[in-house]
């Protein structure tokens, strides 16, 4: 019984830090997406106005078209990261000579913070002096068109996230039990079948908690975009937090960006509890 009394006093510190930090902020900005308020005025002087500031987002083309570009873009960089995350980690997972400096390496891209990769990688598409340019032999402006800025951007996001998947999986495909797959073998199973019969449904838990993991981080990209492209060209690449950003910071409008704030938060939401349900059920009993 004491024990039990105990344990909420020496957690009590944590969680009021954690109400300060992130809760107090959170309430704050669903407030403010259900007012009216600029920020030339008194906070006494904010009205209610219920649903106007997402209605105004939806009615908004330049919001209408963020919002597919962002779900067009977390879901093809996802699909990338997961694709190619699980080859390298089959790859990885072969008893080859030298493979523990290949997994070792394998960690590098990952422990770059994102800002200073993206700095890398837009000194190395500079179309003047540009390493990429020189190697091509001709100036391509990766950056300054807008098909091209995308698939840049998110190039240069699946390059330094998919081998965080990859670990991933490859910690899956260490923990497929070895009994099962000589079992198969000696029943004549080809690599394919076996793959296909027995690696894949038993790395399924590992392939939802990697994709659970890359929607939330990428659905909220913004440091990467931001430093190579700040959204442009011709918003090409104004994912949803750049715009959340551009309309705080720019246009001043805080209610409505907390509108779309909570928009991206319920999106979010929403499929992660798709994907935590659908991982529960690949857990066994």
């Not at 030339?40 to 009615?59: H, I, K, M, T, W």
């Not at 750049?242 to 805080?254: A, C, E, G, K, R």
Request: glycine fraction near 4%.
């Amino acid at each position: 019984m004491a024990d039990f009394c105990f344990i909420p006093f020496t957690t009590l510190p944590t969680i009021v830090l954690s109400a300060a930090v992130f809760g107090v902020p959170l309430l704050l900005s669903l407030i403010m997406s259900f007012v009216a308020w600029s920020i030339d005025q008194p906070v006494s002087e904010a009205q209610f106005v219920g649903l106007r500031n997402y209605r105004d987002l939806f009615a908004d083309r330049v919001f209408v078209a963020s919002l597919w570009l962002t779900l067009g873009y977390t879901s093809a960089t996802v699909s990338l990261e997961i694709l190619i995350g699980l080859a390298i980690a089959l790859l990885l997972n072969l008893d080859l000579p030298f493979i523990r400096i290949f997994r070792t390496a394998l960690i590098v891209p990952m422990m770059v913070t994102p800002i200073v990769a993206a700095l890398c990688w837009k000194l190395l598409l500079d179309p003047t002096y540009g390493l990429v340019d020189y190697l091509i032999g001709s100036p391509v402006i990766w950056l300054g068109d807008p098909t091209l800025a995308l698939i840049t951007v998110g190039g240069v996001n699946v390059w330094q996230n998919a081998p965080f998947v990859a670990l991933l999986i490859l910690a899956g495909l260490q923990s497929v039990p070895k009994e099962i797959m000589e079992a198969a073998r000696i029943d004549g199973a080809t690599k394919t079948a076996l793959f296909r019969h027995i690696t894949l449904p038993l790395l399924s838990p590992y392939l939802l908690v990697a994709m659970l993991l890359r929607i939330i981080f990428e659905f909220r990209a913004f440091d990467n975009v931001y430093v190579m492209t700040a959204g442009g060209p011709a918003n090409a690449t104004l994912v949803l937090s750049i715009y959340v950003y551009h309309t705080s910071f720019f246009s001043f409008d805080l209610t409505l960006a907390s509108a779309a704030s909570w928009i991206m938060l319920l999106i979010v939401l929403t499929v992660s509890l798709l994907l935590i349900a659908a991982i529960r059920q690949k857990e066994p009993d």
